[in-house]
């Protein structure tokens, strides 16, 4: 692999925050990738955000990488993290998929 693919499918940390939805009521569950989080352990809720104690990668990839990879000629392997949030919200069960990972604040929050 060439340093400009390497470059192109790089990860980087978008941050460790993301909004609850309106609405949203307890019990919520968090998963990152699939994997259940623990309240405490791997975040924390503050007010209407979810707060990991860690910061989370997407992969950063270019448009030529992107277009290569929907056609098939090759696979994309850097860390890329994706949030679901399971929720009560009226009674109902609710999920969001790949929720929006929000920047980190000035205050480190």
């Known amino acids: 692999m060439s340093s400009r693919s390497e470059k192109d499918a790089r990860s980087v940390e978008v941050?460790?925050?993301l909004r609850l939805p309106g609405g949203a009521e307890r019990p919520i569950s968090v998963?990152?990738?699939g994997v259940e989080q623990?309240?405490?352990d791997d975040y924390s809720i503050h007010g209407?955000?979810?707060v990991f104690v860690r910061?989370?990668?997407?992969?950063r990839v270019s448009g030529a990488r992107w277009l290569a990879m929907f056609l098939g000629l090759f696979g994309s392997y850097a860390p890329h993290e994706t949030?679901?949030?399971?929720?009560?919200?009226q009674g109902?069960?609710?999920?969001?998929e790949d929720a929006e990972?929000?920047?980190?604040?000035?205050t480190g929050m």
């Open 48 to 50: 209407r955000e979810i």
């Open 38 to 40: 623990r309240e405490g």
């Open 92 to 96: 109902r069960v609710e999920v969001v």
């Open 101 to 106: 990972i929000l920047p980190d604040s000035p």
């Open 15 to 17: 941050g460790r925050r």
């Open 83 to 89: 949030v679901d949030v399971h929720f009560r919200r």
């Open 31 to 33: 998963f990152v990738n």
């Open 55 to 59: 910061s989370l990668v997407k992969e």
